[in-house]
């Protein structure tokens, strides 16, 4: 009992200690399942109450800056939700993935804002650097 008792309490700090682990900036390869594919940068902060991140990745060359509305961190689970593109050919991105010490991986989905319909769909992947 006396040892249930410790792992329950020790429980958010597991929690922290993952978050405490996503903190830092990862570098990899987004890939489109369609063409085409580029690099990807992301930058994450904070504890998971008050997760923050910075995300650009490259496209044909050109750097774009996300303007990311949330990230969610839920044990080794991350969502993000962002938009990017210029005004009247805006776009949400949804990543969804996995975090795995320094490493991190999963899928995209886009969908273009102007009339909510799906866009380009595919992998990500990054590492602590």
């Known amino acids: 009992m006396r040892r249930l008792s410790l792992f329950c309490a020790l429980i958010p ?10 903190n830092g900036t990862y570098k990899g390869t987004w890939v489109s399942d369609n063409q085409g594919g580029g690099d990807l940068t992301m930058s994450f902060r904070g504890d998971p109450d008050s997760l923050k991140a910075e995300v650009s990745f490259t496209n044909e060359g050109e750097t774009i800056k996300c303007d990311v509305k949330s990230v969610k961190l ?20 949804t990543l969804s993935g996995v975090v795995d010490g320094k490493l991190v ?25």
């Open 13 to 22: 700090f597991i929690g922290l200690a993952v978050a405490s682990d996503l």
């Open 74 to 93: 839920d044990g080794s689970k991350l969502l993000l939700v962002m938009e990017y593109g210029v005004e009247g050919s805006r776009y949400e991105a």
């Open 105 to 129: 991986s999963g899928t995209y989905k886009t969908k273009s804002l102007a009339d909510d319909s799906a866009g380009d769909t595919g992998t990500w992947k990054g590492s602590a650097t």
